[in-house]
Structure formats: C-alpha cells, structure tokens
C-alpha cells in the first residue's frame, strides 16, 4: 500500500472567479499529489463581513485590474472564464446565497456530485453571463452536472431548512477561524499542522509544503486531454 493521502480543503463561492481558477488546479492535481480533495461550500459575504474586508472591485482600480487579470489567466491556466456584463448586478446585488445553500445540500446529499454541480454553476456566472439566483438555474446547472430534475428538486427544496443553513454558516465560520479574510482559501492538513493560503496564485508553495513537484497550472497528464 502506498501512503495515505494529505487532507486539502478548498473553501469556495461560485461568486469568486479565483475560486474557479484554484479548484481546477487542485481538481487536476488531486490524483498527481495523492491528496484527499475536500471541496468546502462557504460564503464570502460573510467573510467579508467577519473580517472587515471588501469585495476587491469596490475599489475602480482594482476592478480595472481584475478585468485585465481574468482576461489573462483564462489563457494561461486554460479555463473558460469571462467577466460579466453587469459585473455589479452579479457580485453586490444578486449573491450567491441560494447557490451555495443548494451546494451545501449536494454535500450532505450526493457529495459525489459536488465537483460538476459546483463547475457548472461557475460555468454559468463566470463563463456564460447566466443567472445563479433563480430556482431554475440552479436545476439547469444540476441537470447538466448530470442530476435527474427529481433528484435536483428535491435537493432545491432543502435549501431553506435550519440543517442547510447551519451547515454553511459553520462551513464559513471554519473558513474564518483558519484566518480567511476572502475566497479562496486552501487548507493543508499536515504533520498535526494546517497551513492556510489564500488565492489561487499560491499552488506552487502548496505543492512545496506537499513535497510535491509543481507542474504550472495544466500538468502535462492534464494537457493531454484538453
């Protein structure tokens, strides 16, 4: 028998872009690295409000920034990401909290079908400017995550009950008890330690404190298939 895997968790939103950007690169080098992926449904509003900080577009330079940032990395980490058209709308007014809600129910329910339902709601907000919020977005991004409409409705109508709730209230209160200050966060579990990094931009030390090699954000086993 080969080692045990090291227990990584990812804490995410779908509202997050750089969330999207860290779980494909951890989802492609889950395997590699012989790590125990945990993916962890959170809500960066109320990070943002434990921490006191602010979404990074409420500065104009910053959301300047981020527009150029994201039109590079959907080349370089070869992940089809674009900006919203009413990047706003999207991020301050609308949320994300019913999407999440709904995650966190596929995690207590189907946890096998967290990774596609989580990629196909990104893949609606973050790739095809589409609707998050709506009952029937979210079923949309479910049945195409491969979810029977039966099993995804049922799924829509725990949403709103006091285990769903309390479970991503807590998923997000651990996210801030590791230091979380935004999303993502990634959590190493090593030795009795944990090691927090924030962003998508910091694989390559993961992969440092994993004793890992780091093969940029598409390895070649990756490459090969897209």
Known sequence: MGPLPRTVEL??????????????????????WNVNLQLCP??????????????????????????????????????????????????????????????????????????????????????????ITEPQSILAAAEKAGMSTGQARGLLERVSTPEVKNQLKETTEAACKYGAFGLPITVAHLDDKTHMLFGSDRMELLAHLLGEKWMGPVPPAVNARL
Not at 14 to 32: D, Q
Not at 101 to 122: G, N
Request: charged letters at 30%; hydrophobic letters at 40%; aromatic letters at 12%.
């Open 11 to 32: 804490f995410y939103d779908v509202l997050s872009p750089y969330s999207w950007l860290a779980f494909e690169i951890l989802c492609r080098y889950k395997n590699i």
């Open 42 to 131: 959170s809500l960066i509003g109320g990070i943002f409000k434990d921490s006191g900080n602010q979404p990074p577009a409420m500065l104009p330079r910053k959301a300047v920034y981020l527009k150029e940032d994201i039109k590079r990395l959907e080349h370089h980490l070869q992940v089809p990401i674009h900006f919203p058209k009413d990047f706003f709308s999207v991020i301050l007014e609308k949320g994300s909290l019913t999407a999440m809600r709904f995650l966190t129910t596929v995690k207590l329910e189907h946890p096998e079908m967290l990774e596609k339902v989580s990629r196909e709601l990104w893949m609606r907000v973050w790739s095809r400017d589409e609707d």
